[in-house]
């Protein structure tokens, strides 16, 4: 059974600054993996969409990376702003599963002026 | 395209009462899923559906239930609610997997909060 995990559960950073959040699964047989961000009281947005055949994927300030071998994925948000503040969910589609997803439980990440 | 849609925004019920969440997609996706979120957690997957007529379990379906008669509308029916069904519940959709690109992106609703007492 997949298990997704985050660390750190919570993270404050000063604005500007460069950060990594860490998702691991625990097994290696996915077909992509996803990275989501939740504001309080609403759903999820998409952010990243990495292929298991990928190695990262980019959008704007933000770059998501993968590797399947060490189950873990990355996400880094370059120059971080308030407004980045919200909840990071990362989440594994395994293979044959009808694309459901399998998440973590998410990192709180606030950007402090 | 509206997106993702689902009703109630909030509900309470008492215990033993049933009700159904709302779940509507326009954007011609084939899958549609059920998650709960509870506090401090990630999500986990009630039921889905790889087009109308078909559902299967997900994670945690107990006490839950689903039918799909068309593309767009996805219910979730709980019948005797209990305390332990007390949530958020997302509603998500997405086009069936194994096409290039992003096209597994699932796309969620707003969420329903429901409260059981």
């Known amino acids: 059974k997949q298990e997704v995990t985050q660390i750190p559960a919570a993270l404050s950073v000063p604005e500007g600054e460069n950060l990594v959040l860490n998702c691991s699964f625990t097994d290696s047989a996915i077909y992509n993996l996803q990275w989501f961000r939740q504001d309080p009281g609403k759903g999820l947005t998409s952010l990243l969409l990495i292929q298991s055949s990928q190695r990262e994927q980019t959008s704007g300030r933000l770059n998501a990376s993968l590797d399947k071998s060490s189950g873990r994925s990355t996400l880094y948000i370059a120059a971080s702003q308030p407004g980045d503040s919200a909840t990071y969910l990362c989440a594994a589609v395994n293979t044959g599963t009808a694309s459901k997803l399998t998440f973590g439980t998410g990192t709180r990440l606030q950007v402090t002026l | 395209n509206a997106g993702v849609t689902q009703t109630p925004k909030f509900r309470i019920l008492k215990i033993g009462q049933s009700m159904t969440l709302q779940c509507a997609q326009d954007?011609?996706?084939?899958?549609m899923y059920w998650y709960r979120q509870d506090p401090g957690m990630g999500l986990k997957l009630i039921y889905y559906s790889v087009g109308a007529g078909i559902t299967d379990k997900g994670e945690v379906p107990n006490g839950y239930n689903v039918s799909r008669s068309t593309t767009e509308d996805f219910p979730l029916r709980l019948e005797l609610a209990a305390p332990s069904q007390t949530s958020v519940y997302f509603c998500?959709?997405?086009?069936?997997?194994?096409?290039?690109?992003?096209?597994?992106?699932?796309?969620f609703g707003p969420g329903t909060r429901l409260t059981v007492l």
């Open positions: 998500a959709s997405s086009y069936s997997p194994g096409l290039a690109g992003d096209t597994d992106t699932q796309y």
């Open positions: 954007m011609n996706h084939n899958y």
